[in-house]
């Protein structure tokens, strides 16, 4: 049903709510005591038979006496008229409504009413004219069968204070991967990714649970120099070889890698931008041997100084698009290519990658928590909890986008444009969020349609059982 239609019904339902208010309130405006009037009614009644009796009596006395008594006349011989002047009396007068099959007349005959009243057509006639009580009535029920997904002034406290907090804790704690100096100027890094990378503790780790794999777990797309790629791959160097590698990516290494190890090749990004695949020495292997190769080669050099990229992050590399970084004095703008380079060999791997999963954590843990809490303060069920799930998905998505606005600003303004300072996690965090929004307001939006749908059937059918 468009717009148009729902506007025009409302105005119709609006103007039989308005002529039922009016009728109602005559009604009570006829103020007597029926059961009053009836005893009235019978007392007269009982006079009226006791007069009639003596009548008689004194009728047949004056017979007796040879008094010629006229028989009483069967009917009245003129009846009484009782005229009412109702000159003074106000009457109500019923509007016509039309009998054929006419809605656009119906509909303008609702209108004009409601303009006699002074109902304002731009605004919800609705809401003028029925009672707070019905109001609050259907809101209620509504609510039941749908789910109550408005805001109150705790949802908003919390909301807020969780992106709050989120870019607080991005700006003290997670800041930056390592102590660098940054267009001259030094800026301190994250002290829990510097306790991560502590060297002691890395080499112990990568020694005790990881350097085993290196030797059973050679893959063809390591290459660490242009050179050993044949000059294909350009920019190729060991300190990048990993970030222009698709398969060293935590993710797309289980799609390219795994086919790189299938076909014996390896797939890489070179300085350009481009997507080159070099082909190698290596036998290719099965699906299964491939899969355990590449978790056990992203294992071994997960732990050594370079560290593996973040997810997704190598991708920053294909073409070449403009960034807003520059990363010299001279304030020339830098490709991303460029850009994620940088990042990169300054620190900017998985592991720092985990230490800016506090900031999206934070969020998801504040506004989840919270809304549980009060689900079960206010007694609320599973299904209730599942009809309001969209309300939920609405409190997150705003919570990472204050939270992702935080970590621009302090890119921008306390870490003077370091593109090292951008919290990845929290970026990549808005596309589930968002993802999970559409869902479920598509999802109640389209229960709520089929609701509509169902009541609208069900108007019709009874309108055909019940023909005027």
Same mark, same amino acid.
Not at 181 to 191: C, D, E
Not at 300 to 314: H, K, M, N, R
Not at 438 to 467: G, M
């Given at each position: 049903?468009?717009?148009?239609?729902?506007?025009?019904?409302?105005?119709?339902?609006?103007?039989?709510?308005?002529?039922?208010?009016?009728?109602?309130?005559?009604?009570?405006?006829?103020?007597?005591?029926?059961?009053?009037?009836?005893?009235?009614?019978?007392?007269?009644?009982?006079?009226?038979?006791?007069?009639?009796?003596?009548?008689?009596?004194?009728?047949?006395?004056?017979?007796?006496?040879?008094?010629?008594?006229?028989?009483?006349?069967?009917?009245?011989?003129?009846?009484?008229?009782?005229?009412?002047?109702?000159?003074?009396?106000?009457?109500?007068?019923?509007?016509?409504?039309?009998?054929?099959?006419?809605?656009?007349?119906?509909?303008?005959?609702?209108?004009?009413?409601?303009?006699?009243?002074?109902?304002?057509?731009?605004?919800?006639?609705?809401?003028?004219?029925?009672?707070?009580?019905?109001?609050?009535?259907?809101?209620?029920?509504?609510?039941?069968?749908?789910?109550?997904?408005?805001?109150?002034?705790?949802?908003?406290?919390?909301?807020?204070?969780?992106?709050?907090?989120?870019?607080?804790?991005?700006?003290?704690?997670?800041?930056?991967?390592?102590?660098?100096?940054?267009?001259?100027?030094?800026?301190?890094?994250?002290?829990?990714?510097?306790?991560?990378?502590?060297?002691?503790?890395?080499?112990?780790?990568?020694?005790?649970?990881?350097?085993?794999?290196?030797?059973?777990?050679?893959?063809?797309?390591?290459?660490? =120099?242009?050179?050993? #790629?044949? $000059?294909? !791959? *350009?920019?190729?160097?060991?300190?990048?070889?990993? +970030?222009? @590698?698709?398969?060293?990516?935590?993710?797309?290494?289980?799609?390219?890698?795994?086919?790189?190890?299938?076909?014996?090749?390896?797939?890489?990004?070179?300085?350009?931008?481009?997507?080159?695949?070099?082909?190698?020495?290596?036998?290719?292997?099965?699906?299964?041997?491939?899969?355990?190769?590449?978790?056990?080669?992203?294992?071994?050099?997960?732990?050594?100084?370079?560290?593996?990229?973040?997810?997704?992050?190598?991708?920053?590399?294909?073409?070449?698009?403009?960034?807003?970084?520059?990363?010299?004095?001279?304030?020339?703008?830098?490709?991303?290519?460029?850009?994620?380079?940088?990042?990169?060999?300054?620190?900017?791997?998985?592991?720092?990658?985990? =230490?800016?999963?506090? #900031?999206? $954590?934070? !969020? *998801?843990?504040?506004?989840?928590?919270?809304?549980? +809490?009060? @689900?079960?303060?206010?007694?609320?069920?599973?299904?209730?909890?599942?009809?309001?799930?969209?309300?939920?998905?609405?409190?997150?998505?705003?919570?990472?986008?204050?939270?992702?606005?935080?970590?621009?600003?302090?890119?921008?303004?306390?870490?003077?444009?370091?593109?090292?300072?951008?919290?990845?996690?929290?970026?990549?965090?808005?596309?589930?969020?968002?993802?999970?929004?559409?869902?479920?307001?598509?999802?109640?939006?389209?229960?709520?349609?089929?609701?509509?749908?169902?009541?609208?059937?069900?108007?019709?059918?009874?309108?055909?059982?019940?023909?005027?």
């Amino acid at each position: 049903m468009s717009g148009d239609q729902l506007s025009a019904a409302a105005a119709v339902v609006a103007y039989q709510a308005v002529t039922l208010t009016e009728l109602r309130s005559l009604f009570d405006q006829v103020d007597f005591d029926l059961k009053e009037v009836l005893e009235r009614e019978g007392r007269i009644s009982d006079t009226l038979d006791s007069v009639t009796s003596e009548f008689d009596a004194v009728r047949a006395r004056l017979q007796a006496m040879g008094v010629l008594v006229p028989a009483p006349p069967s009917q009245p011989v003129a009846a009484a008229t009782v005229s009412v002047e109702a000159s003074h009396h106000s009457r109500y007068a019923v509007p016509i409504v039309p009998t054929e099959d006419d809605f656009d007349q119906l509909v303008r005959l609702a209108e004009a009413q409601l303009d006699l009243l002074g109902i304002d057509l731009t605004r919800d006639p609705l809401q003028q004219i029925l009672p707070p009580g019905q109001i609050a009535g259907s809101l209620r029920s509504y609510t039941e069968e749908h789910g109550d997904i408005s805001w109150d002034e705790a949802d908003w406290t919390v909301v807020l204070v969780a992106g709050a907090l989120a870019t607080i804790l991005d700006i003290v704690l997670v800041r930056i991967p390592q102590d660098s100096t940054f267009l001259g100027t030094k800026q301190a890094g994250s002290p829990l990714t510097n306790w991560l990378k502590d060297k002691d503790r890395a080499d112990g780790i990568h020694a005790r649970f990881f350097k085993g794999f290196e030797k059973l777990a050679k893959v063809p797309y390591d290459a660490p =120099t242009t050179k050993a #790629t044949g $000059g294909l !791959v *350009s920019g190729m160097r060991p300190a990048t070889h990993r +970030l222009q @590698s698709l398969g060293h990516d935590p993710l797309l290494g289980f799609f390219y890698g795994v086919a790189d190890l299938m076909r014996g090749t390896g797939t890489y990004i070179d300085k350009a931008g481009q997507l080159v695949q070099v082909a190698t020495t290596h036998d290719s292997v099965d699906l299964i041997t491939a899969l355990i190769t590449q978790v056990r080669h992203l294992l071994s050099d997960v732990y050594t100084p370079a560290g593996l990229q973040p997810p997704f992050f190598s991708l920053l590399q294909l073409g070449q698009i403009n960034s807003p970084f520059a990363l010299t004095s001279s304030g020339v703008k830098v490709p991303w290519t460029d850009v994620a380079r940088y990042m990169y060999t300054n620190g900017y791997d998985l592991r720092h990658f985990f =230490t800016m999963g506090i #900031t999206p $954590g934070i !969020v *998801s843990a504040i506004i989840r928590g919270y809304w549980l +809490l009060k @689900s079960y303060a206010t007694g609320g069920t599973a299904a209730q909890r599942k009809l309001e799930h969209a309300k939920l998905t609405s409190m997150l998505l705003l919570g990472h986008t204050i939270a992702t606005s935080g970590t621009l600003l302090k890119t921008g303004l306390v870490f003077g444009m370091n593109p090292a300072a951008l919290n990845y996690s929290q970026i990549l965090a808005m596309a589930p969020a968002t993802i999970a929004w559409l869902k479920e307001a598509i999802a109640r939006d389209r229960r709520i349609n089929r609701a509509l749908a169902q009541e609208w059937e069900l108007l019709l059918t009874t309108s055909e059982r019940h023909p005027r």
